[in-house]
Structure formats: structure tokens, C-alpha cells
């Protein structure tokens, strides 16, 4: 079952003997190594697929992993296997031991927009630049473990102090809702297994083998809990690269790589260097880049796919021209050679870069699409629905319950949310439990207290029909009951409404399928959209597009011909990272995307960009010279053109298309 491997790929399925790191090398096939090693100790060794976790990063990971392991395994075998992300990971270990972690199994995840608003009460008149650094701030610390009386110490300016001094109450209001953030998801399960041994074992004998993909992505928080399900005998499997990471913004710690060295010195390194992804000019290139990296590994990619293209480096004017430049190589390319749109992808530093091209493209007819937008889930109308799901699931849900009870207007006005507000407060429950309680009748006059009790009502009883019924069934009645249609229709226009209905209609008709495929229950089906919407924004579907979207975003993606733009200095490098002295993992950042390519890399480069206002000369970027020989720099014919010439050029190339 192990003869289509390389060697070292076989070395890393087969090692059982104690906890092994494979460093898996862009393109080197690291999923193949993970889904086959999990038939490997299935088929030939007797574990029970049961007692096995393959740990990703994204939903979209997982299930591509769950696809090719069903395809190795039988089926019984494929349905016992846990195949998550570490916060599904985490949410399963909070449900199972909530009582533990003193949370009730319908918890809800609260997501960013629900934290902002929190955060945004708790801080009375912070502005909106000061509430995303709280927010940075408070995950930050939470990742790294740091509890509310531990951060205090660690306050340095205006806002890590703003920080600490409302993270306490932050995590009295998240307890008070009965809800978690996305950090609890792993910081929670990792304070329970410190504090309870025998919730511990219980896992410990659950779990017995432990795969975790993109280790070099995990934070502190991932790392224990990794270490503590693992325990001393270290049986597990990660995989990773350091070369790719690329998260330190957001948690990520490529010191983990060091510490699983430190903290089992029985550790078994296996390298992964055949790349089956790139031409060995784009590998070159990529190597030679990142050997100016301090190394914690040394390892050097190579392939079988022959020399391939050199890489093209095309100097611009301006990112105007720039983005003018891109859209005629990448139509005269695909022209020329008969190719697809999806064959292409126009990668950048920052989000800002993308509207000049967005412009081109959209100019010259050349279709695309972009990661990282609105994710579906934070469209308004979708929010809406789903605030009365997450109260069915969890009637302390105040941020829910506000939604819900205003949307569509029932006659309940500020004036009875105030009322009942303060009445909660003084009885410490939510607004929901507080709404049935004898004594709220002397805080509300009889008709506003009729209006939230009608509501109540309605709530509880589809709250209980739900672990009867199906999804589908549920959410039909639910929305002809509060007249969701017609109240779109009154409060926006026409074309907006119909639009807002089919999006509601998509939802309702994809929790439907979903309830009755995976046979899931709405109040399950509410934690798994709130995962999917943390882990999954801007997932688009297939189509033949160009892809556009920021280097990060591209990790883990490949594509047979790729435009790396704005690699200038200040760009990419960004100048923050200069400035902080952050050059290698900027240099990580290029080395992703260069090792994107399959067939073709081209490299743009502007002489001038706008910067505060004013037009400046900028440099080409260090790392272009860091790739050494083997890239075409653009001479006397590849000079930029006129905007008028690029016009008429490009009219003639429509020309023989349309022809």
C-alpha cells in the first residue's frame, strides 16, 4: 500500500515508535503522508480508527483530508475517525465536559462582531482603532495563556492598559451569556485538563494517536494542548514546515518547533524535500531565497519537473500601469497557450493593493474572484436568522436575544429591553430567563411585558420541538411565523430584498440538507456554523476565475501560473515589519508565495507609488535579489509602454479572441 511513496514519505507512515516531526516542504505532499499513514495504522497495525485524530487548521483542510481517507479506509472505519479543526476539537471537549468548565452543552460562540459589540459597551467611548487593538490584545493574551490578573503585569501603552482593565469583565459578561470567544475554544479545554486529571484520561484514552497538520502554525494555547493529550509518551504525528510560517501576527509561535525538540528528546526528524508542485527554477529560486533565513531545520526542495520558465521580473511606472501590465501578460498568456482563467493567480501583501487590479480586470472583461471577502454568514439577514437559533440553544444568549426580539419589530421599543435590562442585572440572570420571572411585572407595564413573554414562548417552544424535528421543517415554520419576507420587503428596496430572501433562502436550504446529511440537530448545527464562519471566510466556490488574494491567504494553495505584485520595499518587505526589524518572516511571506507557481512566476515591480499623499520613487525589493540567477529582468523590449499603446495593444488581442 506504501510503493507509490518516496522514501522518506514511507519513513514518516511507518515510524510508530514514538513522537516524530515530518518537515514537509511546499509541494512535498504532505496530506498524502497524514491520510496514508492513517490507512497504514488502520489496516496493518490494528489501531482502531476511533482512537485516532488527524487536527487541521481550516474546515476546508479537514475535509479534504476526511475525502481521501474514506477513500483508503471502510466506511465504518472512516465514519469513527476524527477528522476537525483544533477549535472542533475543542468545542467537542467543552460540550462533553461543560459542566466541568461550568458552561451549560448549548454554550454559544460568540463571533468578532459579537465580541466588538461587548467590548465596545464595556468601554464606554473607545473608538473603533482602540476596540480591534483591545480585541487583538485580550486573543493575543489569551493564546498565550495569560489570564486577566497575569495581564495587568504586562500593560506597556494606552491600549494594552485599556486592555487589562476590561478583560476581567469581558470574561464575567462571556460567562454571563453562557457563551465563549474563539480563544476559549482551546484555552478552556487546556485549563480543564490542568486542573481535572481524570476529564484528562478520559481524552487521553479516546484520542491514542494524534496527527496535527500545519504544526508551525499552532500558538501556545494549540501546544499544550497538544502536549497534554499526547502525554509523556509522545504518540503523534506533526507536520509542518518552517519555512511557511507566516502567523506570528495572529498567535503562531515557530518557537513550538523548537520545544517539541526540547520537550522529547526521542523526537524522530524526517524531511520531506521532493516537491511534485514546481519547476526547479521556481524551487531554486525559493531556496536560495530562504537560506538568508536564520534555519531552525536545514532541508532543499527539488524536483523532477525539469528547469521550467525563467522568472519574469516586470518594473512599472505606477501600480496603475502596474495592474495595466498584469491584465495584458495574463490575457496574451492565456491566448497563447489555451488556457483557463482559474489557471491564474495575482497574489499581494495587503487587501488595498487589490483595487487597481480589480479595476483592470474588470475593465478588460477578465472574470475573477478574491479571498477574504464578506464571509456569507455576516451578511445581515443570515445574522438575523441565526440570533433565533442561537437562543433556541442557549436562552442566555442576551446578544442574540436583542436581535431576535427586534428583528423583525415586534412592538418591543428601548424603552422594554432598558426595563428588562436593568431587572436582570439586579437578579444576575439573562434577559430571557429574567422575562419569566414573577418579579419583573414591577419593572414592566403589563403590554410591554405581553410582547416579550409572546416572543419567550415562541422561543421555547421551538426550542423543544427541535430535538424532535427536523431542521428544515423548523426553519420553514420559523420564518413564516415572523414574517420574515414581508418585513424585508417593507424596510428595504425592492432589488435589496430580493436579494437579502435568496441569500436567507440559500441558508435555509443548506442547514436543511446539512441537518439531514450529517443527521444533526439545529442546536448542533449552530455551533458548526459558527466554526465554519471563524475558520472559513471567503471561501469561494470553483469557477473559472483568475484568483485574487493576499499572500496569506494563498498559503496552502497552488496555481500553474502566478503574479506576485508590489515587491518593492515597504511593500514586501511591509514597512512595518522594517521598522520592528520583522525581515524573516516578511521573507517567509515571499517564499510562500513564489512556491505558489507550478509553471510560470511573474514578479512586478512599480518605480513610484503614492505614499500620504504624495508620489515617491520606491525600490525594488531586497528579496528579489535574495533569489539569485534564473530570473528574465525586463529589458528594452519588455520596456512599459504608454497607456494609449497598452490600449490599442490589448484591442488587438481582443480582436483575434473574438475572431
Not at 498565550?144 to 497575569?150: F, G, K
Request: with cysteine.
Amino acid at each position: 500500500m506504501l510503493s507509490h511513496l518516496n522514501p522518506p514519505q514511507r519513513e514518516a507512515v511507518k515510524y510508530l515508535d514514538g513522537p516524530c516531526l515530518v518537515l514537509a516542504g511546499a509541494g512535498s505532499g504532505k496530506t498524502r503522508v497524514i491520510t496514508q499513514k492513517i490507512a497504514y495504522m488502520v489496516q496493518e497495525c490494528g489501531l482502531e480508527a476511533r482512537n485516532i485524530a488527524a487536527i487541521t487548521f481550516t474546515n476546508k483542510a479537514a475535509r479534504e483530508m476526511q475525502e481521501r481517507v474514506g477513500k483508503l479506509l471502510d466506511a465504518r472505519s472512516a465514519r469513527q475517525l476524527t477528522v476537525c479543526t483544533f477549535h472542533a476539537l475543542g468545542v467537542r471537549i467543552v460540550r462533553q465536559e461543560a459542566k466541568l468548565v461550568g458552561l451549560k452543552p448549548q454554550f454559544s460562540i460568540l463571533d468578532t462582531s459579537d465580541i466588538h459589540q461587548i467590548l465596545a459597551e464595556l468601554s464606554g467611548n473607545a473608538d473603533k482603532a482602540m476596540l480591534k487593538g483591545i480585541q487583538w490584545a485580550i486573543s493575543g493574551w489569551k493564546n498565550a495563556l495569560i489570564t486577566p490578573s497575569e495581564a495587568v503585569k504586562l500593560v506597556n501603552d494606552e491600549m494594552t492598559h485599556a486592555a487589562a482593565k476590561i478583560y476581567p469583565a469581558y470574561e464575567k459578561t462571556l460567562r454571563a451569556y453562557q457563551g465563549v470567544d474563539f480563544d476559549d475554544l482551546i484555552a478552556l479545554p487546556v485549563r480543564l485538563f490542568d486542573t481535572e486529571p481524570e476529564a484528562l484520561e478520559r481524552w487521553r484514552s479516546k484520542l491514542r494517536y494524534l496527527l496535527v497538520d500545519e504544526y508551525q502554525d499552532t500558538n501556545k494555547a494549540q501546544y499544550k494542548l497538544l502536549r497534554q493529550l499526547a502525554g509523556e509518551r509522545g504518540a503523534f504525528t506533526a507536520v509542518g514546515d518552517d519555512d511557511q510560517a507566516i502567523y506570528a501576527w495572529r498567535g503562531a509561535d515557530v518557537e513550538n518547533l523548537h520545544l517539541l525538540q526540547r520537550d522529547y528528546p526521542q523526537l524522530r526528524i524526517i524531511k520531506l524535500e521532493q516537491n511534485y508542485r514546481s519547476s526547479n527554477r521556481i524551487l531554486n529560486a525559493a531556496n536560495t531565497l530562504i537560506a538568508n533565513n536564520e534555519k531552525l531545520f536545514e532541508k532543499k526542495l527539488w524536483s523532477e519537473h525539469g528547469l521550467g520558465e525563467p522568472i519574469q521580473i516586470s518594473m512599472a511606472r505606477e501600480p496603475e500601469h502596474e495592474a495595466e501590465l498584469v491584465a495584458m501578460k495574463l490575457t496574451a498568456h492565456k491566448f497563447e497557450f489555451k488556457t483557463a482563467f482559474s489557471d491564474y493567480a495575482i497574489l499581494y501583501r495587503g487587501n488595498h493593493q487589490a483595487r487597481v487590479i480589480e479595476q483592470k480586470l474588470r475593465s478588460h472583461h477578465i472574470p475573477y474572484v478574491m479571498s477574504g471577502g464578506q464571509s456569507f454568514f455576516d451578511r445581515a439577514e443570515i445574522r438575523d436568522l441565526l440570533s433565533y437559533l442561537r437562543l433556541m440553544a442557549n436562552e442566555d444568549d442576551d446578544l442574540a436575544f436583542i436581535r431576535a426580539i427586534t428583528t423583525p419589530r415586534r412592538g418591543v421599543g428601548a424603552a422594554t429591553l432598558e426595563a428588562l435590562g436593568s431587572y436582570a442585572a439586579t437578579r444576575g440572570s439573562s434577559l430571557f430567563v429574567a422575562a419569566f420571572e414573577e418579579g419583573v411585572a414591577e419593572h414592566l407595564a403589563a403590554r410591554q411585558l405581553e410582547g416579550v413573554l409572546k416572543f419567550g414562548r415562541y422561543i421555547k417552544e421551538l426550542a423543544h420541538r427541535a430535538h424532535k424535528e427536523s431542521a428544515g421543517v423548523l426553519l420553514e415554520e420559523l420564518l413564516r411565523t415572523i414574517g420574515y419576507q414581508a418585513w424585508l420587503m417593507e424596510s428595504c428596496e425592492v432589488k435589496e430584498a430580493e436579494t437579502k430572501w435568496r441569500n436567507v433562502r440559500d441558508f435555509v436550504d443548506w442547514l436543511s440538507r446539512k441537518g439531514d446529511e450529517d443527521q444533526k440537530t439545529l442546536h448542533d448545527l449552530v455551533q458548526t456554523i459558527a466554526l465554519i464562519n471563524m475558520l472559513d471566510k471567503g471561501n469561494e466556490d470553483e469557477a473559472d476565475a483568475v484568483q485574487l488574494a493576499t499572500l496569506h491567504a494563498s498559503k496552502g494553495l497552488e496555481w500553474p501560473h502566478v503574479f506576485l505584485i508590489g515587491v518593492e520595499e515597504g511593500m514586501l518587505p511591509h514597512q512595518s515589519s522594517i521598522d520592528e526589524d520583522k525581515i524573516e518572516e516578511e521573507r517567509r511571506l515571499m517564499y510562500v508565495g513564489v512556491t505558489r507557481a507550478q509553471r510560470s512566476l511573474t514578479i512586478t515591480v512599480c518605480e513610484t507609488r503614492r505614499v500620504a499623499g504624495e508620489r515617491k520613487l520606491v525600490d525594488p525589493s531586497r528579496f528579489i535579489d535574495e533569489m539569485g540567477d534564473g530570473l528574465k529582468r525586463a529589458g528594452k523590449d519588455d520596456a512599459p509602454v504608454s497607456k494609449e499603446e497598452g490600449k490599442a495593444r490589448f484591442a488587438g488581442l481582443m480582436a483575434m479572441l473574438q475572431k
